[in-house]
């Protein structure tokens, strides 16, 4: 099978650069349609968590939804309330913006 494979490769010299081609090209469909999208997704969340403050509602990455009352830089916490006097310390990374248009509490 092989022997037969290297004989046609070898009467068609173009072949391989076909071969070539159509793998550079299933890696920019997979970039353009794989990567890049997810890097620009993952910009836009790092863009919303740098400019949230206290106050702001908030969702955990576990579904908690709550209000950030403390943001600490240093230990990269953030502490949120999730019911009234009922506060808890998350990771930065775990965090996500509501968007305005949320009406949940």
């Known amino acids: ?15 391989a650069w076909m071969n070539i081609i159509m793998i550079v090209l299933l890696i920019a469909i997979f970039y353009f ?6 890097s620009k997704r993952q910009k836009e969340i790092q863009k919303a968590r740098e400019a949230m403050k ?8 576990g579904g908690i939804y709550g209000i950030i009352r403390e943001i600490n830089t ?4 953030v502490t949120v309330e999730i019911w009234d006097g009922v506060k808890m310390k998350v990771d930065y990374n775990n965090i996500y913006a509501i968007p305005e248009n949320d009406k949940t509490k």
Do not use: Y
Request: proline content about 9%; charged content about 10%; cysteine-free.
């Open 33 to 38: 349609f794989m990567i890049r999208p997810q």
């Open 54 to 61: 206290p106050g702001d509602k908030v969702i955990t990455s």
């Open 1 to 15: 099978m092989t022997l037969n494979s290297i004989l046609l490769q070898a009467a068609n010299p173009g072949a």
């Open 74 to 77: 240093t230990t990269s916490q």
